[in-house]
């Protein structure tokens, strides 16, 4: 009789342990046996049989073939060795910061007032396909908003004025991404060529005028997200635009006000943008 105990004790332990045996099978051709706790986002969370520690390891997707889980064969889930999240959409707002340099011969109440125009807000989107896990190509734009005004001061060359700058830039733009194998962080540089638009609307004296130019620009961008719930990454994200126009103003134009107030002969868009953003990766 205890024969007989001991070998139902023994045949119900073996097909616990067979139940509960797991089994992924890598892109390397390894066979890891183990028990899976969790699988989810592109990841795999386990731990090896037989293992001296009681460390549990995630390996993601695009390193796994097939995997067992459960009742669940090998043939039933079958993986492929080119997952990972392909698209990637995002949005920011944040700060801009204008590179270009102030001429400070036409006085201090001149200067003064083209410092306010060095600093306005940001909003930027961007749209990108990964072909490759890394590397991905896609569209991004931003459009950077300036204001100031002033009246009043005895040393101006105008009574009032009011300025409300524009620009936009859109361009095509390769995605280098890095991440790490838990995917809970990615790091994003962003290299970009595109065209660059400027539109300054004001009133100058009670007259009011429009300029408006255009170009190539350029840009690049780091960005680093956190996952904060499933597919949503938050972030931030430092970059730059370089960009400039040659000054085209007509003599009896009033925007040749505006455009006299420093001595350079183009108008520099050239900035650094500081944005948090939101991205979806899917």
């Known amino acids: 009789m205890k024969y007989y105990l001991l070998t139902l004790v023994l045949l119900i332990t073996l097909s616990s342990v067979s139940y509960s045996q797991d089994t992924i099978f890598t892109s390397k051709q390894d066979t890891i046996l183990c028990t899976i706790y969790d699988v989810k986002e592109g990841t795999i969370l386990f731990k090896k049989f037989n293992s001296n520690h009681d460390r549990k390891v995630v390996i993601p997707f695009d390193m796994v073939t097939r995997y067992s889980y459960g009742e669940v064969t090998p043939d039933d889930i079958y993986i492929g060795k080119s997952y990972y999240p392909k698209l990637q959409i995002g949005a920011g707002y ?122 190539i620009g350029y840009s690049v961008d780091i960005m680093g997200d956190i996952r904060v719930y499933k597919k949503l990454f938050a972030g931030v994200k430092v970059g730059a635009v370089i960009g400039y126009f040659e000054k085209d103003v007509e003599p009896d134009d009033p925007a040749i006000i505006v455009a006299n107030l420093d001595d350079n002969k183009s108008v520099s868009m050239s900035r650094l943008d500081f944005a948090v953003c939101l991205r979806v990766f899917l």
Do not use: H
């Not at 990108?128 to 890394?134: D, E, N, T, V």
């Not at 002033?150 to 859109?170: Q, R, T």
């Not at 962080?185 to 009011?208: A, E, H, Q, R």
């Open 94 to 215: 944040g700060i801009s910061y204008m590179l270009k340099s102030i001429d400070k011969s036409n006085g201090e109440a001149v200067t003064d007032y083209l410092k306010g125009l060095k600093q306005g807000t940001i909003i930027n989107a961007s749209a990108s396909y990964f072909i490759y896990q890394y590397m991905g190509v896609g569209i991004k734009y931003s459009r950077v908003a300036l204001s100031n005004s002033v009246s009043g001061i005895k040393d101006m060359p105008f009574k009032s004025l009011k300025e409300d700058i524009e620009s936009n830039y859109i361009g095509v733009a390769l995605n280098i991404r890095v991440m790490p194998i838990s995917r809970i962080f990615y790091l994003n540089m962003t290299y970009s060529v595109g065209y660059l638009s400027y539109k300054d609307t004001g009133i100058v004296d009670g007259v009011g005028f429009e300029y408006k130019n255009s170009d």
